[in-house]
C-alpha cells in the first residue's frame, strides 16, 4: 500500500514559478522501484499527463505543453517527487496529482496513461492569474 500527499499548490501570477512536492508513505523499498507521475485536471476536462519519472530518475518524460518550462525529479531517501514548475500560465491551472505505478521493462511505452497507475494522492490546487 502506498500513501502520497501532494504539496506546493496555491495562487501564482502569470510568469511565476511553484514547486510541488509528493511525499509517499510506504516502505522505502516499493518506493524506489515505482515509476512516478503527475498528472493535472482542469475544471470541465479530462485528467491529462504532466510528466512521469522512472524509479531511479534516470529517465523523465513530458507533456509537449510543459516541455522546457516544468521538471520532475525524485529523492528516493525522502521518498518525495517534485515537480517544478516555471513559466507558468492561466493554462496551467489545474489540480495537480501525483501518481505511482509498477514500472515494468515497457513503462516508457505507457507512464503517460493514467489507468497505468494504481496509487493517487488527494491532488493540490494551482492557479495561475493573468
Known amino acids: 500500500q502506498v500513501q502520497l500527499v501532494e504539496s506546493g499548490g496555491g495562487l501564482v501570477q502569470a510568469g511565476g514559478s511553484l514547486r510541488l512536492s509528493c511525499a509517499a508513505s510506504?516502505?522505502?523499498?516499493?518506493?524506489?522501484?515505482?515509476?512516478m507521475g503527475w498528472f493535472r485536471q482542469a475544471p470541465g476536462k479530462d485528467r491529462e499527463f504532466v510528466a512521469a519519472i522512472s524509479w531511479n530518475g534516470g529517465r523523465t518524460y513530458y507533456a509537449e505543453s510543459v516541455e522546457g518550462r516544468f521538471t520532475i525529479s525524485r529523492d528516493n531517501a525522502k521518498r518525495t517527487v517534485y515537480l517544478q514548475m516555471n513559466n507558468l500560465n492561466p493554462e496551467d491551472t489545474a489540480v495537480y496529482y501525483c501518481?505511482?505505478?509498477?514500472?515494468?521493462?515497457?513503462?516508457?511505452?505507457?507512464?503517460?496513461?493514467?489507468?497505468?497507475?494504481?496509487?493517487w494522492g488527494q491532488g493540490t490546487q494551482v492557479t495561475v492569474s493573468s
Open positions: 510506504t516502505s522505502g523499498r516499493t518506493f524506489s522501484s515505482s515509476g
Open positions: 501518481a505511482a505505478g509498477t514500472e515494468y521493462s515497457t513503462w516508457s511505452s505507457y507512464n503517460r496513461d493514467a489507468a497505468r497507475y494504481d496509487y
